[in-house]
């Protein structure tokens, strides 16, 4: 009896775990702001936002203001500038 118990017990913590760790936002992948192309953190304490599962840090409030105003189209854009920085290049506004 103590014996399945225990088994219930740990099932119940390793599942709980494994949820949590699936809820958890794919970090921000960029070290700037993909609206201003300000390094993130240079204009104060960043803004973070999470859409869809992926975490957003924008430069300020304006620009988390402009990624609210449509983010579906902001997702896209920092999933492209993540593209363009994984091949090498750099999508990053100036």
């Known amino acids: 009896m103590k014996t399945l118990f225990l088994a219930l017990a740990i099932g119940t913590l390793a599942f709980t775990s494994?949820?949590?760790?699936?809820?958890?936002?794919?970090?921000?992948?960029?070290?700037?702001?993909?609206?201003s192309g300000d390094k993130i953190g240079t204009m104060g304490k960043p803004v973070t936002e999470v859409y869809e599962g992926q975490e957003i840090k924008f430069c300020c409030k304006d620009c988390q203001k402009t990624f609210d105003k449509d983010p579906a189209a902001g997702?896209?854009?920092?999933?492209?500038?993540?593209?363009?920085?994984?091949?090498?290049?750099?999508n990053a506004p100036h």
């Open 18 to 35: 494994a949820t949590r760790a699936a809820d958890a936002p794919k970090p921000y992948a960029l070290d700037y702001c993909v609206y």
């Open 75 to 90: 997702l896209k854009k920092y999933q492209a500038a993540v593209q363009s920085k994984s091949s090498g290049g750099s």
